[in-house]
């Protein structure tokens, strides 16, 4: 059961392409049913120079000043920036973005790491990944003068989570891999950050549950102080007519910060939810 | 004296008397273990079991665990229970859950033992998904575990 399948006009392109439509022209996706579930998404770049333009840049000695300072709000300028730039992208509402320089001396670099997070319809590894190139221009641009030399590259998606692709990490031989997340407790880590502060519930689905919605974690948003456990369901039965039935079953458990509770259960901003089908362990 | 209370989810395979010395280590107070182990059998709901992933709920699972032991240790006089779960994917023949509880005296450590299964069986989220012959499917739970575990409720026992 996938999002894609729920679009009343198939127009999407035969082989997968997202951007590109069965005519072979461009498009935007349409993400107005996609779920809004908690996103991140990390990409890094290096950039090489010369041992004497990395030494200048560490020791604070640059006539341009504090470059790794100048190169990191660039980034994470850049992230917000995105949608100005990729044609085809998203505006997102970003609610974390983190830029890190790293020089690394033994191999003559500065390694750039970045982190894009929201809870949102569509995936943020765009942002990470102009945060990052953007920042590597800014490096090059502040050294220039002094290295002609400097090479931009692996600039790269290292890990995406959440949306219906759950998690995906680069695999250390750099060759991608789909990683199951069922089990992978950093996906509730994520769900923690990414709930702090805000006015949502996090909602985990289950075994059967999970499958039968093609969902294992979404955000849902509070316009009250507090809901029922019972209201949270009404609510993902409202934005998902096609998950009635499976969250309608009389036997489904259910959880608030990992207790067990009944749909009288009150739950506020910030609470982990779960429902699941009756425990079948031993 | 407390009750020591071991709990672990985990793929890998458990060892039953490691966990019996593990028990029984520099004391010589325990009276009576019970240890009761749950193997992975070839025939369910639907014969030709070719093997079943376990899902949990980290962090939930275990403080379920947890809590049932605490339960157990609260109605009859224990010295320790100790709780593995397997998860991940296991076949027919498997060893998947192990409960061993030590008691000065057997009736003891008899019965905290079956509350602690009966208990697992109904609020310890685990999933059973079963790879067969003819196809894939999540187990459903059975009347028959959920009875087991509301005759501790009704004092019957």
Known sequence: MTQRANNPVSDLHPEGFTHIDAKGEASMVDVTEKAVTAREAVAEAYVEMQPETLRMIVSGEHKKGDVLAVARIAGIQAAKKTADLIPLCHPLMLTKVKVELTPELENNRIRIETLCKLAGQTGVEMEALTAASVAALTLYDMCKAVDKTMVISGTKVLEKKGGKSGHWQMASDSASVQQDVSQAEVSLQATNEATQGSSVVDVRFFAGLREALGCEQISVPLDSDSLTLAEVKELLITSHADWAEALSAKNLLMSVNQQMAKASAEVKAGDEVAFFPPVTGG | ?157
């Open chain 2, 1 to 157: 004296m407390s009750c020591q209370i071991h709990i672990s989810v985990q793929e890998a395979e458990f060892d039953l008397s490691a966990v019996n010395r593990a028990i029984s280590a520099d004391r010589t107070d325990i009276g009576a273990i019970v240890t009761f182990s749950g193997l992975v059998r070839d025939f369910n709901e639907k014969p030709d079991v070719l093997a079943l992933t376990l899902e949990h709920y980290p962090g939930m699972t275990e403080q379920a665990l947890e809590e049932i032991a605490q339960e157990a240790a609260e109605r009859w006089p224990l010295q320790a229970v100790h709780v593995i779960h397997r998860v991940g994917r296991l076949t027919p023949g498997d060893p998947i859950v192990l409960v061993a509880v030590a008691s000065a005296h057997r009736q003891a450590a008899f019965d905290g033992c079956n509350f602690v299964m009966d208990f697992l069986k109904t609020r310890a989220p685990f999933w059973k998904k079963e790879n067969t012959r003819h196809g894939d499917y999540w187990v459903s739970e059975r009347s028959s575990d959920a009875a087991a575990a509301r005759r501790w409720k009704e004092g019957d026992v």
